[in-house]
Structure formats: C-alpha cells, structure tokens
C-alpha cells in the first residue's frame, strides 16, 4: 500500500535552532513528491516540487531534498514567523493524479 | 492573481441533513480536486475532474458524497444524509492540465452536530 509518514508529529524550537523535518515514503512509483505549509485555518501552501533523488531546492530558510526513501525539510536559523504545520505528499507514477500526503508536522519557533 | 476560492468557510449543519460546498478554480486551471482533512490526519483524495473527461471518483468514502463540475469552472461538493463522522475541512485544490503543482483554496470546516 503507498504510504507517507512523516515525523516527529510535533517539533519545538527555539528562533534560530537550525533543524531537520522528515517525509518517508513507501510507493509503487513516484512520480514527484511535494512539501506544502499550512497555517491554521488556512488551506496548504505551495513550497516545492522535488522530481529525483539527489534534488534539492531552497526558498528563504527552507531547503527540501530528496532520496530514493525519504525526503528532508531542512530550516536554517528558523523565526518565529516559520511555525506552522508542514505536509508532504507524494504524486504516483501511472498516470495518477491523486496527491497522498503524510498527518504533517507542527512545528513551533520561539523567540 | 486570485486565488482558488471556497463557500461557505464555514457550514454548522445537522445530522441527516444536506450540504453544497462550492469551489472556484484559479482561472485557466482545467484540473480540480477535492480533498478532506479530518482533525490531526493527513489530507485524503476525494475526487478529481480534467476538462471533459470522467471524473475519477474512486477517493468518495460513500454514495452519500458526490461532485459536479460546470465545463472548466465552478464545482460542487454534495454530502447527503450527514453523518458526524462527515466533520472535518473540505479542501479544493487546481492545476493546469498536465502540471502536477496542486494549489489549494481555504477550505471550508464542516461540523456536523
């Protein structure tokens, strides 16, 4: 079964406490794997689109990258302004268009 | 440029009774979504419509849910019957044909009392 886990479910840190997020997945066939950030009570914010193993793409702080098994959000000398819940999901191969995406994780920053 | 939009943002709703929820895609966007998200779960397909062709339903939990699309614009998400298990925020998402960045609108938060 395709499957997305993310962890830890919850991250606290302080401002400028550099840190990791991780997207593990177990899929059929990936044809893209996705990170989005969401607010509450906002819908999922577009951040990146990641297409092969050895990617990597960067916004700001955040830098994504991606293996054959996992992806990692990377945020460096994160603010307070960065604390919010980050999805991952996956887009199969085979003509799927289906997003199935990982429970997220909340992270808080403070100052 | 604006935005996918949804209607209502939030809808309070009885046990047993119906509910439209409405999405506007980003213009120029064919492909449209739907998508539920459930308290501390992860986002689960719903449905999904490309220009003409057979939505692909195969995400609706029952035949209580259903969806419609005008042509390349405005759809409907239809839940009949609601049950409280039915509670959580609605998602609507588009892309261009044959781009797989999904953009998402705010959703709108059901309960189901």
């Known amino acids: 079964e395709d499957q997305v886990t993310q962890s830890p479910e919850a991250l606290r840190l302080q401002e400028g406490e550099s840190s990791s997020l991780n997207c593990s997945y177990t899929?059929?066939?990936?044809?893209?794997l996705f990170w989005y950030r969401q607010d509450p009570g906002k819908g999922p914010e577009f951040l990146f689109t990641?297409?092969?193993a050895g990617e990597e793409k960067e916004k700001e702080r955040l830098k994504a990258t991606l293996t054959k098994k996992e992806s990692f959000l990377h945020i460096t000398a994160p603010k307070p302004e960065d604390s919010a819940t980050y999805l991952c999901?996956?887009?199969?191969?085979?003509?799927?268009?289906?997003?199935?995406f990982g429970a997220g994780t909340r992270l808080a920053v403070h100052p | 440029g604006a935005g996918v939009s949804q209607s209502p943002s939030n809808k309070v709703t009885e046990k047993g009774k119906d509910v439209e929820l409405r999405c506007d895609p980003i213009s120029g966007h064919t492909a449209l979504y739907w998508y539920r998200q459930r308290l501390g779960q992860g986002l689960e397909f719903l449905i999904y419509?490309?220009?003409?062709?057979?939505?692909?339903k195969s995400g609706l939990p029952s035949d209580r849910f259903s969806a419609e699309r005008t042509g390349e614009s405005v759809s409907t998400l239809t839940i009949q019957r609601t049950q409280q298990e039915d509670s959580a925020v609605y998602l609507c998402a588009s892309s261009f044909a044959n781009r797989d960045t999904q953009y998402f609108g705010p959703g709108t938060r059901l309960t189901v009392l």
């Open positions: 990641l297409y092969s």
């Open positions: 419509f490309q220009g003409n062709s057979a939505p692909d």
């Open positions: 899929v059929s066939g990936l044809r893209g």
């Open positions: 999901a996956v887009l199969l191969s085979g003509g799927y268009n289906k997003l199935i």
